[in-house]
């Protein structure tokens, strides 16, 4: 879960087929340097266009929060364009602005981090401001009690009035009884209610410092003009001691979970989420990229087997997905969902994603659906270089998470190699009902009157 | 600091304006189809899409609904091939075959690598798709019901009920106001015929503009685009559009459980062709397209924290599309909002922005202008929309340079021609503590 500064932003950029994935030759151009307070700058060269993009990336996100204060990540998000003494309020956005630019921002489980996209000439004045607000944010309260307001607002457009996003809220809380994950990036509205300025500056104290950034500039640059330009402005930022991250450990699901959130809507939904490992040796793990490529075989493209199997031939659902996100720095999850067509029910649906494991496990997958998932990946990996910012932002997630960017290469190799047993194995392994949160929708009627069957009831067949 | 940034604001300029914009080589296909072609071999690939004048305004109201399926099902079964075929032949060599649909045009689009045999398969299926369709009974039955299930759910959600409403108040009974993919009840009558026939007469040759991006030569473009064209039906050009009639002010309120109010205000604003174009985008930007530095922003966000997302854009189309400002805020602040947004929008219209502003605003989208073109894939809209919309072929070159001209005195003038604040639509859904459905005409 990704969220911004400002508008909705559809970032599912895990799933596979828009995964960022770029090979040997666009790799040979990205530099990385290490500055002596620990900052580390990662140049991607791009001379296609003349612009730039300025990337930093914070590797700290709302799973760093503790209970009574979440949402705090993402309310210093918003406060970082808040003013310090040499940029007052507003300042920021109006010097990029004025220099041609776009800015944004967004806060994630894992990492918080801030861009402009600009000329190329403009670098300098986006790396002064940047490296301003990293060490003299003024947090004044007037401002806090503003912002806090936008977020709650926020939080109302996003969440509470939007069925989808309510029933997703609940079931990361379902599926995660310890994990951070368990709490929504925005926060909780009656935690973003409390939270004060001071909780805000301890954050900021806690987690702001070039020991805890990664800086990623992609576009028409020369590396080493960057790093110079980095050492000038972000140089001179003390590094400072960091707190040790708290590693939390899931306790295992001993059983298959279920909800329901009643929302305002026409159609059910069913959502199915099974625990899953994420990529911690690129070098050496096997099971991420075999479930990588069972969500394309899955949902990479329309011929894919659910869209084929659930909304085409059976005609069971009007709208079908797979997903699995191999990268976070907490616990995995692979996702199935479906919305049911008129007149079939969420039990309709949840039988045919059943089917449909049971097909995997039982028969594997054929050469020729891998072959069609890899011809995507090795495709996909060309069309990203028409993007500098997704570039830039791949690098950006790997180093926030851990896995650092020499991973993207790697990992186009390691999907290559991954054979049809290995895509079953992991089907078999995963997709058991005590891994399993089932979760679903009951539509609502807008008047308030009660629905007029029980959600479920009617099967029409 | 003060030297350092005045010696980064001359390098910006010069620097800007020494940017080359992409060389647009231009043809008429034997096909009749107009095409727009930037050769660049930079990345192995390979971007086209296909325009028509063929969005949902050239619907007949009681069968709205017609133009969008026809959009949709062109890739969904060809002569010789089946859906599945066409999904699974374009995913095995690892291209993207997509599209787009408002109201003037329907697109479809393709990516693919420009290697030989990925890129002649690619535009084979897809000259397929746009030539040769055909639209199987089994497969509409589908599609209606899923379009269908969607326009239901749509109408549970206050952002589609009060675009919906919006459209209806700012375009009567102009083609505008058509819901995109239709209403339930018309969807329901449609059949294969109105498909095909909607078809044959709107996807002509003649209509056609084919832009293409990327790594070919232009003997290749122009085989291409004869593939792609060639093949498609002749006939008369339909009816051109009404013209779009000036509204008087009026005010829905839609009762809706949710917690915020959505708010729109508008009205119809300019087409494409408008000679006030670039005075009202640069007017626009300072009242609420530029992000966090517009007075809408400032007003409603930055000084009172009354929303997280209050904008206003023109949407220029064939014929004059709508002016819309729109924010959403929790019920109890709602009037308050909207008091805000009426008394801004006044002052704007009434004052014009100011020197300092428009110094500010022209320095964003010059100073911007290379991040406008900086992709291949945004480089393929522009030619589309510069090919489809008959703007001249220099749109580009002369972009900067037309903002620079741009004087308050103008945006002053420009607003005054085409914004009456007296003279606004506003629909609210979930409307505080007013009666639902209520109409009331100032």
């Known amino acids: 879960m990704l969220i911004t500064r400002f508008g909705a932003r559809d970032m599912r950029v895990y799933l596979l087929g828009i995964v960022l994935l770029f090979g040997a030759t666009a790799q040979a151009e990205v530099f990385e340097r290490t500055l002596a307070n620990g900052l580390k700058v990662i140049v991607k060269e791009d001379h296609r266009a003349p612009v730039v993009v300025q990337q930093i990336w914070y590797k700290t996100g709302s799973m760093d929060e503790r209970t009574g204060v979440t949402g705090i990540a993402h309310v210093l998000e918003h406060l970082m364009f808040k003013g310090t003494r040499a940029v007052p309020a507003g300042e920021f956005s109006r010097r990029i602005a004025a220099a041609g630019g776009r800015e944004n921002a967004f806060t994630s489980y894992d990492y918080t981090a801030y861009f402009q996209q600009l000329h190329k000439s403009s670098l300098p004045l986006a790396m002064q401001l940047e490296s301003d607000r990293m060490q003299n944010l003024l947090l004044s309260p007037v401002e806090f009690a503003k912002e806090l307001k936008v977020v709650m607002e926020e939080r109302r457009w996003r969440t509470d009035d939007n069925a989808h996003a309510l029933l997703q809220e609940t079931m990361m809380a379902t599926i995660f009884q310890q994990h951070p994950y368990h709490h929504p990036v925005i926060g909780w509205m009656s935690d973003v209610e409390s939270l004060t300025v001071g909780d805000a500056r301890a954050w900021y104290k806690r987690w702001y410092a070039p020991n805890n950034a990664t800086l990623v500039v992609a576009g028409d640059v020369r590396a080493e003009d960057v790093f110079a330009l980095a050492q000038r402005y972000y140089g001179s930022i003390p590094r400072r001691s960091m707190a040790r991250e708290r590693t939390y450990i899931e306790p295992a699901q001993i059983g298959i979970k279920r909800l329901v959130v009643k929302a305002p809507a026409e159609l059910p939904h069913l959502v199915m989420s099974f625990h899953a490992p994420v990529l911690s040796k690129p070098d050496e793990d096997w099971e991420p990229y075999a479930l990588e490529i069972l969500a394309g075989v899955l949902d990479g493209n329309e011929s894919a087997r659910l869209n084929k199997h659930l909304v085409r031939e059976q005609q069971l659902a009007s709208g079908v997905g797979a997903g699995y996100d191999s990268f976070s720095r907490g616990p995995g999850l692979f996702v199935l969902e479906a919305t049911p067509s008129a007149g079939k029910t969420v039990i309709d649906v949840e039988a045919a994603l059943r089917n449909e494991i049971a097909k995997l496990v039982q028969d594997g997958v054929s050469e020729e659906e891998l072959r069609r998932v890899k011809a995507q990946v090795t495709a996909s990996e060309v069309y990203k270089r028409d993007s500098l910012f997704y570039q830039a932002m791949q690098i950006g997630q790997m180093e926030s998470i851990g896995l650092g960017h020499r991973t993207i290469p790697l990992m186009l190799e390691r999907l290559q190699a991954v054979t049809a047993e290995q895509v079953r194995k992991v089907a078999q392994t995963y997709f058991q009902d005590d891994n399993l949160t089932v979760a679903t929708l009951d539509p609502q009627p807008l008047s308030g009157k009660p629905k007029q069957a029980p959600q479920g009831a009617s099967h029409v067949r | ?442």
Request: aromatic share 8%.
């Open chain 2, 1 to 442: 600091m003060y030297v350092k940034t005045l010696i980064f604001a001359v390098l910006c300029c010069v620097a800007s304006a020494a940017f080359a914009t992409p060389r647009i080589q231009h043809w008429q296909s034997a096909s009749g189809a107009k095409v727009l072609f930037v050769e660049d071999h930079d990345l192995p690939m390979l971007d086209v899409a296909v325009n028509f004048p063929a969005g949902n305004s050239f619907d007949a109201a009681d069968t709205s609904g017609v133009a969008a399926l026809t959009h949709h099902l062109l890739d969904l079964g060809s002569e010789g091939m089946s859906e599945d075929d066409i999904a699974r032949g374009i995913a095995d060599i690892g291209a993207q075959l997509g599209g787009s649909f408002d109201q003037d045009r329907a697109s479809i689009s393709l990516r693919t690598l420009s290697s030989t045999l990925e890129r002649d398969r690619a535009l084979e299926i897809m000259a397929r798709v746009i030539q040769r369709p055909q639209f199987r009974g089994e497969v509409m039955s589908r599609e209606k019901i899923r379009v269908i299930a969607a326009l239901k759910e749509a109408e549970t959600k206050p952002e589609n009920i009060s675009d919906k409403a919006f459209r209806k108040a700012v375009f009567g009974t102009h083609p505008y106001a058509l819901p995109i993919s239709g209403e339930v009840e018309s969807v329901e009558k449609i059949f294969v015929q109105e498909l095909q026939d909607f078809y044959s007469t709107h996807y002509l040759a003649s209509a056609a503009v084919v832009a293409i991006m990327g790594d070919v030569s232009r003997a290749q473009a122009e085989a291409i685009a004869q593939q792609l064209t060639s093949r498609l039906p002749v006939g008369a050009a339909p009816s051109a559009l009404p013209e779009v009639a000036r509204i008087v002010a009026s005010e829905q309120r839609i009762a809706h459980p949710a917690s915020q109010s959505h708010i729109l205000v508008g009205a119809p604003g300019m087409s494409r062709s408008d000679p006030d174009y670039f005075a009202l985008y640069v007017g626009n930007y300072i009242l609420g397209g530029g992000g966090f530095v517009s007075r809408l922003m400032n007003e409603v966000r930055e000084k009172r924290g009354l929303a997280y997302s209050v904008y206003s854009y023109f949407m220029p189309m064939q014929k004059p599309g709508a002016f819309q400002i729109g924010l959403q805020t929790k019920k109890e602040q709602a009037d308050e909002a909207l008091r805000l947004v009426r008394k801004t929008l006044a002052d704007f219209v009434a004052n014009g922005p100011t020197e300092k502003e428009l110094v500010a605003a022209r320095q964003n989208i010059v100073g911007g202008f290379p991040l406008r073109i900086d992709s291949n894939r945004k480089i393929l809209e522009y030619l589309s929309v510069i090919g489809f919309y008959d703007l001249p072929l220099s749109y580009l070159d002369d972009f900067t340079h037309k903002i620079e001209q741009v004087t308050v005195a103008q945006i002053r003038g420009a607003f005054a021609r085409h914004i009456d604040p007296m003279a606004m639509a506003t629909v609210i859904v979930g409307a505080p503590e007013v009666e639902a459905k209520q109409e009331v005409t100032k």
